[in-house]
């Protein structure tokens, strides 16, 4: 194999490198609101709102224009529509979220299609104009962005295959993105899909992650100016056995320790359909293991941060406020646990605590 290559210019390693910082300062985290206007459909039928373009400005408009959302939120990641959607007194969402002091991310993955020839799997498109694109969202205010890959455990999943191609688009989308002056997150999901233990889970994900850092370091792409996205290493949905937040926090960070280079500033973690009280508490829990770790441990939730916020909302003007009120509650309680100082049950979701657990989740 061959070794020679360029490091990108010094001024955009530092470049990234801040940024990259920055997302992951301490007690602060991501709020992932980059839902497909598709995906968007299903959380508002069930309080029956139209899925129109309209609807979803005025519900993004209700989460950028919360008070003191910067005190916990560092960065937000947007769909492409949210990006260019405007205030009622006609600010770009981008704008408003920049002039709020919060990082502006944009989801650039295409989507998720089948890999044939594999067991059901999947692969991530949308390399093809991602050099022209991600330039333009620079120039529109963007500094960081989000590509989903997903992995399925199964008795013979996930394939050689599957981890081949995934962890080669994700780094074929991180050299690109820094290319720009974009801090790629990179997200390898494994799914909580299924009746697997949580060895298998750990196993699995150590093995996507070795391959994941392979695959960037085969691509040249600077550690430093990125962030990994992963699942928390939790048992399969299905699986009788459950365990408790330390050992799920234990064998979480033991498998980073294993995989994950310390040139990486941050691990931010996805919800993938733990309850919002889950979700802080494994937080937490992680934040108060006794390994030694070199990277921030923080959070980029997207179900997590808004089941409440939709719940309290349900579509109507009247209940906006209570609304921004559950969203506060919630980045707060992540921001405590990027501490481990949250205490588990002291900020209660807005209806009782409930799995988000989606089968075979698409964004
Ligand atoms: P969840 O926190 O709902 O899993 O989503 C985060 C995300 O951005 C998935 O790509």
């Known amino acids: ?22 997302i992951v300062a301490p007690g602060k985290g991501i709020l992932a609101v980059d839902e497909s206007p598709g ?32 005190e916990h939120i560092s960065g937000a990641i947007l769909h492409n529509e949210t990006l260019y959607q405007k205030t ?8 408003l979220l920049r002039h709020r002091g919060i990082i502006v991310g944009i989801k650039v993955d295409k989507g998720i299609v089948p890999l044939p020839g594999s067991l059901d799997e999947s ?33 013979h999943i996930p394939t050689y295959q599957a981890i081949m191609e995934n962890t080669n688009v994700l780094a074929r989308y991180a050299s690109i993105c820094q290319s720009q002056g974009i801090v790629p997150i990179v997200e390898p999901d494994v799914l909580v899909d299924g009746d697997h233990d949580i060895i298998r889970a750990q196993k699995v994900t150590e093995t996507v992650l070795a391959a994941q850092y392979k695959a960037l370091n085969d691509h040249h792409v ?19 056995r459950r365990n408790s937040p330390e050992e799920i926090a234990y064998i979480t960070v033991q498998s980073f320790l294993r995989t994950v280079p310390a040139a990486v500033p941050g ?6 359909g733990q309850s ?26 997207g179900r997590a941060l808004q089941a409440s916020v939709l719940e309290a909302w349900a ?49």
Request: glycine fraction near 8%.
């Open 123 to 155: 692969t991530t498109e949308g390399l093809d104009d991602l050099y022209c694109r991600c330039g333009k969202y620079k120039r529109d205010g963007c500094d960081f962005a989000k590509w989903r890959c997903v992995l399925k455990i199964g008795k």
């Open 315 to 363: 579509g109507k003007n009247e209940n906006i406020a209570q609304a921004k009120n559950e969203l506060q509650k919630r980045a707060k309680a992540n921001g405590l646990a990027r501490y481990g100082k949250y205490v588990a049950g002291s900020i209660p979701p807005f209806k009782a605590d409930q799995s988000l657990f989606v089968e075979d989740h698409k964004y």
């Open 88 to 95: 009622d007194d006609g600010k770009t969402f981008g704008d």
């Open 276 to 301: 919002e009280e889950e979700a802080t508490v494994h937080l937490n829990a992680i934040n108060n293991v006794n390994l030694k770790h070199p990277w921030e441990l923080s959070f980029s939730y």
């Open 222 to 240: 600077y550690l430093e100016g990125t962030l990994l996205k992963p699942n928390m290493i939790i048992p399969g949905q299905k699986c009788p």
């Open 39 to 70: 995906s968007m459909a299903k959380k508002f039928l069930t309080f029956d709102l139209p899925n129109t373009e309209e609807n979803r400005r005025i519900y993004r408009q209700l989460l950028f224009t919360t008070e003191n959302l910067q």
């Open 1 to 22: 194999m061959g070794t020679n290559f360029n490091y990108i210019p010094c001024a955009l390693q530092d470049e990234l490198r801040t940024i990259a910082n920055a």
């Open 267 to 272: 691990i931010v973690f996805l919800s993938g």
